[in-house]
């Protein structure tokens, strides 16, 4: 078991290996189809020139340096006080990212992706070269690590609707387990292929 | 002309969308207890299973949703003669805002067209309501939360199928279905619950292949030659060692379920509606006597 704080130093991540549980702690951002889509569009494919974003950017660029994203639409709730809990946030389905992660990974310095379901070839060798692990939490299991979400710091591109909002949390001991590591191993693909071999027995 | 009966449903509704969303049925919960008890404890399936048992004891304790995604709700609604359809629809929207506010359900209407998510999950086909006027005097509606990563993975395949050798006979869908499991992997949240239409057109395929997930996970399909195709599937796909969230393990699926529908001579679907472990559904129970409502009750 390891516990780990946000930023990870590299050693840290070198350390993890497919299989490992690993409980997150520190301030994570949640980021999923439309975030991901506007940082490659707007950041890191083209360089940012409306002020907006360019905040936004130096923002992320401090928050995700050795930093995490999580595959996450949660279920908000906003208080009297104006400020927001999170009442249900299990992570989303990852590989709709796939296109888009590697490129994330390496121009924020991501050291870890939160999501569930896993990623591709593409993911997997950017977490080779940062290095970078994916970290698989338990989808569906949205009560629980809401618990886990200890404060809600800010929230960013709130017009995108509050699944697709980038929400900038403070979490402790976040459950995961990690699928994907920096050595190029994923229990995704171990998984796939061991099935296919089975499948191909039953249908003969 | 006689008066349409008027009452307001809309509170008991919400209701059944808070029970819907934050209750997980019993059977569902004693399917998850059985696949935990069959892993190896320790291991990486086991683990999810337990956490997800945990979170859905919290979920119902805390009255927060089972899972952030709430998905599409769909409503199934049964009402007797008389009763205005126009009237049900106004209350189940009002409902379905209300919980939306009371974060029961997450917003998840999105303007295709736009990106804009509407904020109170009511927009164009959603949520998603079907009326059947029966006999009975009473009001009877069940409501399924039906959500993305597992819509994702939910599929339709045309007989014949030449790369997986499958014919228009059962044991063509038996094929088909065991690759919808094998394409699925863990991205619909496994152990899943298949909902299988055999026919119908690309529309009603869904629609039949979702009604089967409302049936209880372990009754026993009426049509013998289908109970035995729905055991026959159960029991391969746990042999593809899947596993709970595609972990690898002996829990891929949690129980299939069958329906049929006719085709036309030309087509032969095969829909399986893909459910992931949080199979929310709720039903509840409205009698009618001289146009007024009694009391209602919740399953």
Request: charged share 25%; proline share 5%.
């Amino acid at each position: 078991m390891h516990r780990l704080t946000v930023p990870i130093p590299d050693e840290e991540i070198r350390a993890l290996h497919v299989g490992d549980t690993v409980y997150l702690n520190g301030v994570i951002v949640t980021g999923r189809d439309a975030a991901h889509k506007y940082m490659i569009e707007h950041f890191i494919r083209n360089e940012p020139t409306d002020p907006e974003d360019i905040a936004l950017h130096e923002k992320l660029k401090v928050l995700l340096n050795g930093g995490v994203i999580y595959h996450c639409g949660p279920v908000v709730r906003k208080n009297d006080d104006g400020s927001w809990s999170f009442v249900a946030a299990g992570p989303t389905t990852s590989i709709r990212e796939e296109v888009y992660e590697a490129e994330v990974i390496k121009h924020f310095n991501l050291k870890g992706v939160i999501g569930k379901g896993g990623m591709g070839k593409n993911t997997l060798k950017a977490c080779m070269e940062q290095p970078a692990v994916y970290f698989h939490a338990i989808g569906g299991a949205a009560t629980l690590i809401a618990q886990s979400v200890k404060e809600v710091i800010d929230v960013y591109k709130l017009d995108f609707g509050v699944p697709e909002a980038m929400w900038v949390i403070r979490v402790e001991d976040f459950p995961v387990v990690v699928t994907m590591d920096s050595h190029g191993q994923s229990i995704h693909d171990k998984v796939q292929a061991e099935s296919e071999e089975r499948f191909k027995q039953l249908i003969g | 002309m006689n008066k349409p009966i008027q009452f307001d449903l809309s509170d008991a509704l919400l209701e059944l969308v808070r029970r819907a969303a934050t209750v997980l049925p019993e059977d569902m919960v004693a399917a998850l207890e059985r696949g935990r008890a069959q892993e190896e404890p320790g291991s990486a399936a086991e683990q999810a299973l337990a956490a997800i048992l945990k979170n859905v004891e919290m979920a119902r304790e805390n009255s927060t949703p089972i899972c952030q995604d709430t998905g599409t709700p769909i409503f199934e609604v049964h009402y007797p003669f008389g009763v205005s359809t126009r009237m049900l629809t106004d209350q189940i929207h009002e409902a379905v805002a209300q919980a939306t506010a009371k974060a029961y359900l997450r917003p998840n209407a999105v303007d295709s067209l736009t990106g804009k998510n509407s904020g109170n999950n009511l927009g164009i086909e959603f949520p998603t309501i079907h009326f059947h006027e029966w006999e009975e005097n009473r009001i009877f509606i069940t409501l399924q939360l039906k959500g993305g990563g597992s819509e994702n993975v939910s599929t339709q395949y045309k007989l014949p199928n030449a790369r997986l050798g499958a014919g228009r006979d059962l044991e063509g869908v038996r094929r088909v279905v065991l690759d919808a499991v094998l394409q699925a992997q863990g991205k619909g949240c496994a152990p899943g619950v298949l909902g299988v239409a055999i026919g119908g057109d690309r529309g009603t395929g869904y629609i039949v292949a979702k009604k089967q997930l409302l049936r209880k996970i372990d009754d026993v399909n009426p049509n013998p030659e289908l109970a035995a195709l729905e055991e026959r599937i159960l029991e391969e796909a746990n042999e593809l060692g899947i596993g709970p969230m595609g972990f690898g393990g002996k829990t891929t699926v949690l129980g299939v379920k069958v329906g049929v529908a006719h085709r036309l001579p030309a087509s032969y679907f095969v829909t399986i509606a893909y459910m992931c472990w949080a199979n929310r559904r709720a039903e509840m129970n409205v009698p009618l006597q001289d146009g007024q409502v009694m009391e209602v009750s919740y399953a």
